[in-house]
């Protein structure tokens, strides 16, 4: 079974620390035992329509080589950070803390401060790319366990109607949400949401006509 090379995207406006990026990049696919195997490498060489042309080429991994930016460029390359959603590495000749830190909130996968040379390259892509997987992982986990707190908050909520419209205890009201979502061959939480709704909707106040 045939995989896709992996796609890698270099930004940069300077064709000569491209070409050290790309250079690191073929030995890193071809070392015994740990290479990356095939690579499809693309460049873009300026910041026009940056966001389309990088949704176009749908890149695995972001190598964005910045040199001495301005913070205006840098802002941009933070905004790329966010809304690609790639694992990103970020090369400056010099950076400090806030910069580091406002790279860090953008989803930067790592951040290297005059450290573009060639045998560095392969570590690097490594690093982003374990990095991004590992806070993806635990973004992932942190959007489930908000969803499990307002899901719990909601069948809570649907539980205390229940027990008060029908006198029943708080073991009494889930068998029943239970049962009924069972019935209805609905999720328990989609009733407790329909059963909020109403309950709303016909209280005293809940209801403006």
Known sequence: MSHRPLRILIIDANAVRAAILEEGLREASGEAGGGYGELAIHHIRDDVKLLPRIAEIDPDVILIDLENPSRDTLEQMFQVSRLARRPIAMFVD????????????????????????????????????????????????????????EERKIIDQAKAILMKQRKLSEEEAYVLLRRTAMNQNRKIVELARSLVAAATLLSPGGDDD
Not at 99 to 123: F, H, M, N
């Open 94 to 149: 010099k950076s400090d803390s806030a910069t580091v830190q406002a790279a860090i909130d953008a989803g930067v996968s790592a951040y290297i401060v005059d450290g573009l040379r060639k045998e560095r390259v392969k570590p690097i892509l490594d690093v982003t790319i374990s990095r991004f997987h590992a806070f993806d992982r635990l973004q992932t986990e942190l959007n489930q366990a908000k969803s499990a707190l």
